[in-house]
């Protein structure tokens, strides 16, 4: 149990994948305008990396190993993300339309987001337990999510802040991107 908590926490914090390995920018710097686009796009993310994670997981070792076709992961898991994405797009169009609207191009670049394809990727190449797998594909969008929701709230006190015209917009968000690393990089090495 203790393991699980560790691998929780550390994909959450220590090695935040926005953070540590800048992966997930395009949602990051395109949603991150106001609170409620971001938490709605972490909220899609969550489920599209879990959902396609455990998917993926279950025709890796069921499918894919038995037949020998190991080397077919890598299509076969971006064709299952790309499912999944299109299942929340129609899920959210029939029942949230306002956020849908909100997400606009974003919420199809979910298929793109380097991210989901990262974290089924991982989940096979460390070996991962079907338990491990499930924590780590809910603590890495939490993490995710987390970074977007942070970063969306300081974009909305940066529009109404007195900043240099030049770095007014994504100049000054990139800042804040790069000092948010830089602290989560400091903290990561103190642990």
């Not at 338990?131 to 890495?140: D, K, L, Q, R, T």
């Amino acid at each position: 149990m203790e393991g699980f908590f560790t691998l929780f926490i550390s994909a959450i914090l220590i090695n935040n994948i926005v953070l540590t390995k800048f992966l997930g920018m395009c949602p990051i710097m395109g949603v991150s305008r106001k609170t409620s686009s971001a938490l709605g796009m972490g909220a899609a993310v969550v489920f599209v990396i879990f959902g396609s994670s455990v998917f993926t997981y279950v025709l890796y070792y069921n499918v894919l190993v038995p037949m020998s076709l190991e080397y077919m992961d890598l299509i076969t898991f971006i064709l299952v993300i790309a499912a999944f994405v299109q299942f929340v797009e129609m899920v959210m169009k029939k029942f949230t339309p306002a956020l849908y609207k909100a997400l606009g191009i974003f919420l199809p670049l979910i298929t793109t987001n380097c991210v989901v394809l990262y974290v089924t990727l991982v989940n096979i190449t460390n070996g991962y337990s079907f338990m491990e797998m499930v924590v780590y594909s809910i603590a890495v969008p939490l993490g995710f999510t987390l970074v977007l929701y942070i970063f969306s709230t300081i974009r909305e006190r940066l529009d109404s802040a007195p900043v240099p015209k030049a770095f007014e917009g994504n100049p000054i968000a990139l800042i804040v991107m790069a000092i948010m690393a830089a602290i989560f990089t400091a903290f990561a090495g103190l642990v």
